[in-house]
């Protein structure tokens, strides 16, 4: 329509017309333009705020998988502690040493909520994350959450030892009643806890077999000790980051768009 007029004008010289006329297209290709631009800026503000809300959602759960974990290592801790006290005092063996002495090996493997920063960083987190000071305090985050997993994945000789030491019935019969609890939340999220008290009594021939046992791993007192001494460090370094990671997700909420 515009370009038959166009013709037109210009066959008749109607050189106001003409002029008219490429001022309508040109108008018409900027404002074309604009609208593009806007609504790319408008689905780029959209994007980002999702992936702000999202990384946000990972480090709260970091967070709360890091206070559940915690709990899981304190009973750890607890069980450990009574089996130490329990050994340096020369008591006899009974039902609560096996008990204490088996769940002080126990553990809970972990790695960092990072399935979206992941995403980003496949996908091109510049264009995401416009941000370059949120892009570096992400980074600085992520990594010291994968070098925090190194320490709290390490795993000393005791829980090996316990396990190739204790007898395997002993040791069955600890994981059949008073083994790890197994929950999951709303999103299908795995949250373990370890019961505080276990309700098991094992037989005088069960106590003996024991003794062997402990006989036979001269080096279970030290073992130990350098057990609640990694489950210490374990624990400082889950309590360490929540207060980090919990509050950069309120400054990515806040600064969503």
């Known amino acids: 329509m515009i370009l038959a007029r166009l013709a037109r004008a210009l066959r008749n010289q109607n050189w106001l017309a003409v002029f008219l006329e490429f001022i309508i297209v040109i108008a018409g290709v900027v404002i074309g333009f604009q609208i593009t631009a806007w609504s790319e800026a408008r689905s780029s503000s959209t994007q980002t705020t999702i992936f702000y809300q999202r990384l946000a959602e990972d480090l709260l759960t970091e967070a709360a998988s890091r206070t559940a974990r915690i709990a899981y290592l304190e009973q750890a801790q607890q069980y450990g502690e009574g089996a130490m006290n329990a050994l340096l005092a020369g008591e006899p063996t009974d039902s609560q040493l096996i008990i204490d002495l088996y769940q002080a090996s126990q553990t809970w493997d972990y790695s960092p909520q990072r399935s979206t920063y992941d995403e980003l960083l496949n996908a091109g987190i ?12 992400l980074a600085n985050i992520y990594l010291n959450l994968d070098n925090s997993a190194l320490t709290i994945s390490e795993q000393t000789a005791y829980r ?17 009643e008073c083994g790890d609890i197994w929950a999951f939340d709303d999103r299908s999220r795995v949250f373990i806890t370890l019961p505080e008290t276990c309700d098991l009594t094992f037989s005088p021939e069960q106590l003996m077999e024991m003794d062997e046992s402990m006989a036979a791993y001269p080096e279970l007192v030290t073992d130990l000790s350098r057990q609640l001494a990694d489950l210490e460090t374990k624990l400082a370094t889950l309590r360490y980051h929540i207060p980090v990671i919990e509050a950069f997700a309120g400054e990515l909420l806040e600064a969503a768009p």
């Open 160 to 176: 090996n030892n316990i396990r190739r030491f204790m007898p395997h019935r002993l040791q069955a019969a600890v994981r059949s």
């Open 126 to 137: 510049a264009n995401a994350i416009p941000d370059v000071n949120i892009r570096r305090e």
